[in-house]
């Protein structure tokens, strides 16, 4: 049996120095959402370093606040300012600890994400263990379905076709006012039996009760985030006038969240992002609570590389992780990673890379290339 992460104690793991790199990945395909679209992937990457070990994180904020309220500016400069000259020269017994270091800062969930995810690379690397077992996960595959941005009916259903044919286990499509009945429409009748979701990115209110009501009629798993991104209580309300389960995602950003939505029934299922919620020992309280609830969750994500993907892939391996989650091949973003191993899907299943931590190497030539800045902080 692994430790548990909370006993014995450990030696403190010293942070000896950070790196912290603004990164830019071409997007194979424009990715369009109701909030808006994508071309190329601009995210800070972030290398801890004890010993000869490293630990790897990935942000997740937008460059402006599209999803969230968090931006790549707001992060870098706090994690400049203040997270990075901090915690560098510390020691830490546990992902806990330094958690603890970074609780009393309210909001900025993905900045906190970004440092607490790559602290547990590096200790799991300190322990030599599998980042999913540290967890309490288990296995060594999740199953995975793909999310597929907003386009032309026709282009959209080759892309269900192609994805499902790859034996993606769940389709999940992004709609927004005008591109929904219809687009349900001509994909079910293609496809009357394929798991199938749709992501509003908060784009309705309530007053479209009746449009989201006829949604029952196309047999989706659920219906993924329809109102405002920092609400809980009209999601109770909709749910209340619909039979298809509703999923938050935007709306639960801490385990104080997702009691809330599930103690009013706001949500049936749970989208669990890693960078939303401010990292795993947030993420794990969410699972478990849910558990407790017997409401399912899947991984949530955000067009993540090598390094986000394979946080969310050992994530993916607790118990009820128990929907197909967004954690597809990264083949379908982008032409070249900046990881040495490749996270490919087969059959809708995507393996856990092995080896210590979270089991993916940087290719560092290629991301010199793909770097746009770099600082570097030691005591
Ligand atoms: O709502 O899940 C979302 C991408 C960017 C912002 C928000 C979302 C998404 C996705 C993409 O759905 C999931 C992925 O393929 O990584
Ligand atoms: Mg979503």
């Avoid at 490293?54 to 969230?68: A, C, K, R």
């Avoid at 999940?172 to 496809?191: E, I, Q, S, T």
Wanted: charged share 20%.
């Amino acid at each position: 049996m692994p430790p548990l992460p909370d006993s014995p104690p450990m030696p403190p793991l010293r942070i000896d120095s950070a790196e912290l790199r603004l990164v830019r990945l071409p997007l194979l395909t424009p990715f369009t959402i109701s909030t808006g679209t994508m071309y190329d992937k601009v995210f800070p990457l972030l290398i801890l370093r004890s010993g000869g070990l490293e630990g790897y994180g990935e942000g997740v904020m937008d460059p402006q606040p599209d999803y969230l309220d968090e931006t790549i500016p707001s992060a870098m400069a706090l994690l400049r300012e203040a997270i990075l000259p901090q915690i560098t020269g510390q020691a830490f017994e546990n992902p806990q600890a330094l958690e603890r270091v970074m609780t009393h800062w309210r909001g900025h969930q993905m900045t906190r994400a970004l440092v607490e995810t790559a602290f547990w690379d590096l200790w799991a690397k300190s322990l030599n263990l599998p980042l999913g077992r540290l967890l309490g996960g288990a296995g060594d595959q999740i199953e995975v379905g793909v999310s597929l941005g907003i386009g032309p009916v026709e282009e959209t259903l080759d892309r269900v076709r192609a994805h499902h044919e790859q034996g993606y286990k769940r389709i999940k499509l992004k709609v927004m006012p005008g591109h929904d009945l219809a687009l349900l429409r001509a994909v079910r009748a293609a496809f009357p039996d394929i798991h199938l979701s749709v992501d509003a990115n908060s784009c309705y209110t309530l007053a479209d009760s009746a449009m989201l009501r006829q949604m029952d009629g196309f047999g989706l798993d659920y219906i993924e985030q329809p109102l405002a991104w920092d609400d809980i209580h009209d999601h109770a309300v909709l749910q209340s006038r619909l039979a298809t389960p509703l999923c938050l995602d935007e709306s639960i950003r801490s385990v104080a969240d997702a009691r809330k939505a599930l103690q009013t029934d706001a949500t049936r299922v749970v989208n669990i992002k890693l960078g939303r919620v401010g990292g795993h020992l947030e993420a794990r309280r969410i699972h478990d609570l849910c558990a407790a609830f017997e409401v399912p969750v899947w991984c949530g994500g955000m067009l993540e590389s090598g390094i986000g993907r394979a946080q969310n892939i050992h994530m993916s391996t607790l118990p009820n992780f128990r929907k197909p989650g967004d954690t597809s091949s990264a083949s379908r973003y982008f032409a070249r990673d900046i990881t040495v191993e490749k996270l490919e899907a087969s059959g809708g299943l995507m393996p856990v890379p092995p080896g210590p931590g979270i089991g993916v190497h940087l290719d560092w030539a290629f991301l010199n290339d793909v770097t746009l800045g770099t600082d570097s902080f030691a005591p």
